[in-house]
């Protein structure tokens, strides 16, 4: 129940990120609406369609590749984000500030719910699924720094569609969400390592005292 919580709870952050603040502002973030936007630009498909198929492929990706309980808590994930999404962005909440406030704010808001859906063994269904599976394969892989790497490939295959201006807020959103995912996922690493240093550290002194 908490780490559905926490998917809620992170799916809550990154939509009102993504309806008051980053829609509104017109920044490209590099994710699968992206991505959409630049396969209908080329192939000419219906842009909903081309969402649908990229979202579906993923969770299928998901599925075959993390196994049922991210699959499970991932369908959860996508739920909760086009509920709140809606709820949000039917608000037509307009918050007027300067575009480098609005960039700061949306990438901590973002990166606070991939950390929030991460640690609660879930993907967003967007390109973090991608990057979980290549941690998994080989944890020296780092999450936050794959999922900035496809957002900005995305990006710079986006000159083709969007504006300079739209592609130049989105880089730097990207950097910044990165970066503070990174972070917060490091600190949590640690967190989870200095915690089994310290069971192993307790264990052996156990034996040493059974010893005595």
């Given at each position: 129940?908490?780490?559905?919580?926490?998917?809620?709870?992170?799916?809550?952050?990154?939509?009102?990120?993504?309806?008051?603040?980053?829609?509104?502002?017109?920044?490209?973030?590099?994710?699968?609406?992206?991505?959409?936007?630049?396969?209908?630009?080329?192939?000419?498909?219906?842009?909903?369609?081309?969402?649908?198929?990229?979202?579906?492929?993923?969770?299928?990706i998901c599925l075959v590749c993390l196994g049922k309980e991210y699959f499970v808590k991932s369908i959860v994930s996508s739920l909760s984000y086009m509920l709140f999404f809606n709820i949000f962005y039917s608000l037509n909440i307009r918050i007027d500030w300067n575009i480098v406030l609005v960039v700061l704010i949306s990438s901590i808001l973002i990166a606070v719910g991939y950390y929030l859906c991460i640690t609660a063994n879930a993907s967003t269904v967007g390109f973090d699924v991608i990057a979980l599976i290549l941690h998994h394969k080989n944890e020296k892989i780092d999450i936050a720094v794959t999922i900035r790497i496809i957002n900005l490939i995305v990006l710079v295959l986006g000159l083709l569609v969007y504006g300079y201006s739209s592609i130049m807020k989105g880089v730097a959103f990207t950097l910044l969400f990165s970066y503070f995912l990174k972070k917060m996922l490091d600190r949590k690493q640690n967190s989870l390592k200095a915690d089994k240093d310290h069971t192993k550290d307790e264990t052996s002194r156990a034996k040493e005292r059974r010893h005595l």
């Open positions: 129940m908490k780490d559905f919580m926490k998917i809620i709870a992170g799916n809550i952050s990154m939509t009102f990120a993504y309806a008051c603040l980053i829609v509104p502002n017109e920044i490209i973030n590099g994710g699968v609406t992206s991505s959409a936007l630049l396969l209908n630009a080329l192939s000419g498909y219906d842009l909903a369609l081309l969402a649908n198929l990229v979202t579906g492929l993923l969770l299928i």
